[in-house]
């Protein structure tokens, strides 16, 4: 357990300086590019290394290929890992260049906003951004490899560096970029530098001598492979869905929707992030028969992602203006535009629990070798969740608000989903993983709505610095409520758990 908390320390810290990293690129965008048409390019071009960020530590590639080589050892693994990395550095690179064959089709789609005359002018861009797709497999290989072999920070610490390296060339780079080509270079350059620190680290998988042997994968893995990243793809790619769906009501929108979703993104991913990181090959060698110890492990990391998520909620829907105006109150942003960050915001932070317990179950279903599961799941989600968009255009009122509904939704079938899966016909999983979430929701309420009522009645409008105070003491209270409830039952399910030792 000490060694655990070591290493979810280790983990979290590089996990932060990879998110803030992330965060700070996306303040220098807001402060120069601001709501613009040109800043809804920019964040299309980086949609592309994002993706494939987030496939890679909220767990795509490494959810697929981690268990199968945590079962291999010494050479036989460095092997088995080149291998992969030569077929699917192979694949992305044929698909990069088809789609750099509909790269203005594609930009179309992805910034549905954007005038005509601006999706000509930027399609060169988009061009040049896809052959980072092929660099960006390459890397979900070795970050795979890395924590296989129990080596957790890294992958972060490349994170680190490629948004370093984009900050480093938009506080720099000042000269007229009218065509974002220049851009477009820096995130190949960026995302080659993380390519080269990661397989540097990774250079035992290039030695001549090591061999496949008879562990060469089949048909059955490269099943198993192509399921598992389709659905973990089709999880992690749902934002930029329903950022596209924002995107529809105008210019800007789209950077309204990114710079709300980072506000989401942060805590989520400092959350989650460690949790998968650390407990997917944790969660591989549990043998397949028991599988009550494998819901157990399951369940107390949903109990504290409920924790802590209803904490984050109850901080931002008392104190969330306040922060995001001194977040983003700067440069090219106006307060107008700070403030639709921050409603917009408030609404997707409602999801953060079901996202959490969506990504720690798709985990889990990935570590039983059921990736056919997740992507089933994950394909209805997103249907409900696309219907439902469409209930509200033909039948309700439709504003800004109203196109925030697909998010809500898709995590929350998602999760549900995925509960019922992992309980494998035992319901005792499911109503005790629902009994926690509901009980972490009505603590949230109690404390919440009588801080709200408090705040708006006698601190209509706290400044920056007391909005900062409180989102600490407000956040210390929700934790504490919360945990005095859970961890009890935490304890009594950890020594439940040794007496059947």
């Given at each position: 357990m000490k060694s655990l908390f070591v290493t979810m320390s280790l983990v979290s810290f590089a996990l932060l300086l990879g998110r803030l990293s992330g965060f700070l690129r996306d303040l220098i965008l807001a402060g120069r590019y601001g709501v613009t048409e040109q800043a809804d390019i920019v964040i299309v071009l980086l949609s592309?290394?994002?993706?494939?960020?987030?496939?890679?530590?909220?767990?795509?590639?490494?959810?697929?290929?981690?268990?199968?080589?945590?079962?291999?050892?010494?050479?036989?693994?460095?092997?088995?890992?080149?291998?992969?990395?030569?077929?699917?550095g192979l694949a992305f690179s044929l698909l990069a260049g088809c789609l750099a064959l509909w790269s203005g089709p594609l930009l179309a789609l992805l910034a549905p906003s954007a005038s005509s005359q601006a999706l000509s002018i930027y399609e060169m861009a988009m061009t040049i951004t896809l052959i980072s797709l092929p660099v960006?497999?390459?890397?979900?290989?070795?970050?795979?490899?890395?924590?296989?072999?129990?080596?957790?920070?890294?992958?972060?610490?490349?994170?680190?560096?490629?948004n370093a390296s984009i900050c480093v060339f938009l506080i720099a780079w000042w000269q007229n970029d009218e065509k974002l080509l220049a851009f477009a270079s820096a995130i190949i350059g960026a995302s080659l530098i993380r390519l080269s620190l990661l397989g540097f680290n990774s250079r035992g998988l290039f030695r001549r001598s090591i061999q496949l042997g008879s562990s060469k994968p089949g048909l059955p893995f490269w099943s198993d492979f192509g399921a598992g990243v389709l659905s973990l793809s089709l999880l992690v790619a749902m934002p930029i869905i329903f950022r596209t769906i924002y995107a529809t009501g105008g210019e800007g929108n789209l950077a309204i929707f990114n710079y709300s979703y980072k506000l989401f993104e942060l805590p989520s991913a400092l959350i989650f992030g460690p949790l998968v990181t650390i407990l997917l090959p944790r969660l591989s060698k549990i043998p397949d028969n028991e599988l009550e110890k494998f819901q157990a492990q399951v369940l107390n990391a949903i109990k504290g992602i409920a924790v802590l998520s209803a904490a984050i909620i109850g901080v931002w829907l008392c104190v969330g203006e306040g922060l995001t105006k001194l977040i983003f109150l700067r440069g090219a942003m106006s307060l107008q535009d700070v403030l639709r960050i921050a409603e917009t915001s408030q609404y997707l932070f409602l999801a953060l629990p079901f996202a959490g317990v969506t990504f720690?179950?798709?985990?889990?279903?990935?570590?039983?070798?059921?990736?056919?599961?997740?992507?089933?799941?994950?394909?209805?989600?997103?249907?409900?969740?696309?219907?439902?968009?469409?209930?509200?255009?033909?039948?309700?009122?439709?504003?800004?608000?109203?196109?925030?509904?697909?998010?809500l939704v898709f995590y929350f079938v998602h999760s549900g989903?995925?509960?019922?899966?992992?309980?494998?016909?035992?319901?005792?999983?499911?109503?005790?993983?629902?009994?926690?979430?509901?009980?972490?929701?009505?603590?949230?309420?109690?404390?919440?709505?009588?801080?709200?009522?408090?705040?708006?009645?006698?601190?209509?409008?706290?400044?920056?610095?007391?909005?900062?105070?409180?989102?600490?003491?407000?956040?210390?209270?929700?934790?504490?409520?919360?945990a005095l409830t859970v961890l009890p039952l935490m304890r009594a399910a950890l020594a439940e758990s040794k007496e059947r030792r």
């Open positions: 592309l290394p994002d993706f494939t960020v987030g496939l890679l530590l909220a767990g795509g590639f490494s959810a697929v290929l981690t268990p199968r080589l945590c079962k291999a050892h010494g050479q036989e693994r460095q092997a088995l890992a080149r291998y992969i990395a030569v077929v699917v960006a497999a390459l890397t979900g290989v070795f970050v795979s490899f890395l924590n296989a072999n129990e080596i957790f920070v890294l992958p972060n610490l490349g994170t680190l560096a490629f720690m179950t798709t985990i889990g279903l990935n570590a039983l070798g059921l990736p056919r599961l997740v992507l089933r799941n994950s394909i209805i989600a997103a249907a409900l969740a696309t219907g439902s968009q469409f209930v509200v255009i033909n039948y309700g009122q439709v504003n800004q608000t109203w196109l925030l509904l697909p998010f989903l995925n509960i019922v899966n992992l309980s494998k016909g035992k319901w005792t999983f499911v109503t005790e993983t629902v009994k926690q979430l509901i009980l972490v929701a009505c603590i949230t309420f109690v404390v919440s709505v009588p801080l709200l009522w408090g705040l708006s009645r006698w601190i209509p409008e706290p400044s920056i610095l007391l909005s900062c105070f409180l989102a600490v003491v407000i956040g210390i209270l929700l934790v504490a409520a919360n």
